[in-house]
């Protein structure tokens, strides 16, 4: 079993960059892939960007790329995600999510969901 709680959402105005965090439980962190997802209101869930787990592969969403990173500190159990030049599309509650990669469908690869943390981008 692996929990994960995400941390760092808020209210940023357009342009502003936030840091999403995701602290893992247990001490097999490296052995899974790590994805961060995202729900905006009124819309499905979507993938955003996936980690492999030693960090050497990564993989966005044309709609992120070159705008946001993920990556991973495997001592500290912990994935991030960086989000710069952040607009009002960009408002959503973000998951993070543990599991294996699925070139096909990422969401499909994870195993385990945290409950989400709330980013507000204001025009």
């Known amino acids: 079993q692996v929990q994960l709680v995400e941390s760092g959402g808020g209210l940023v105005q357009a342009g502003g960059s936030l840091r999403l965090s995701c602290a893992a439980s247990?001490?097999?962190?490296?052995?899974?892939?790590m994805g961060w997802f995202r729900q905006a209101p009124g819309k499905e869930r979507e993938f955003v960007a996936t980690?492999?787990?030693?960090?050497?592969?990564?993989y966005y969403a044309d709609s992120v790329k070159g705008r946001f990173t993920i990556s991973r500190d495997n001592a500290k159990n912990t994935v991030y995600l960086q989000m710069n030049s952040l607009s009002p599309e960009h408002t959503a509650v973000y998951y993070c999510a543990a599991g294996t990669l699925r070139y096909d469908d990422y969401a499909r690869g994870m195993a385990y969901w945290g409950k989400g943390t709330l980013v507000t981008v204001s025009s």
């Open positions: 980690i492999s787990r030693f960090g050497a592969g990564t």
């Open positions: 247990g001490r097999t962190f490296s052995s899974y892939a």
